[in-house]
Nanobody, 113 residues
């Protein structure tokens, strides 16, 4: 069974940076990796996606501030978050789609203004 484990969340001041990591328990065989986030009272939204060949897609709200990249050898995907804003406060979830969707448990990011 595929398992995803996120880490790297925490409390940071506005303007600061965090790097989230998501380790996948199986070798990448293809498929896309994504980060989603969900703020209290809001729907889960797609933040960033990276395909098996490295093509990335970022939500407009985080373009220029966040980046997504993957290390296939470590079966890990990262979300580098810079210039954080209070509106980035949310629980961030890792997603791996290969035939079906697999989810991590989430990691909390809190940005204080």
């Amino acid at each position: 069974q595929v398992q995803l484990v996120e880490s790297g969340g925490g409390l940071v001041q506005a303007g600061g940076s965090l790097r989230l990591s998501c380790v996948v328990s199986t070798a990448f065989r293809g498929g896309a990796m994504s980060w989603y986030r969900q703020a209290p009272g809001k729907q889960r939204e797609l933040v960033a996606t990276i395909t098996s060949v490295g093509t990335t897609n970022l939500a407009d709200s985080i373009k220029g501030r966040f980046s997504i990249f993957r290390d296939n050898a470590k079966t890990t995907v990262y979300l580098q978050m810079n210039s954080l804003k209070s509106e980035d406060t949310a629980t961030y979830y890792c997603n791996y789609y290969f035939g079906r969707a697999y989810w991590g448990q989430g990691t909390q990011v809190t940005v204080s203004s």
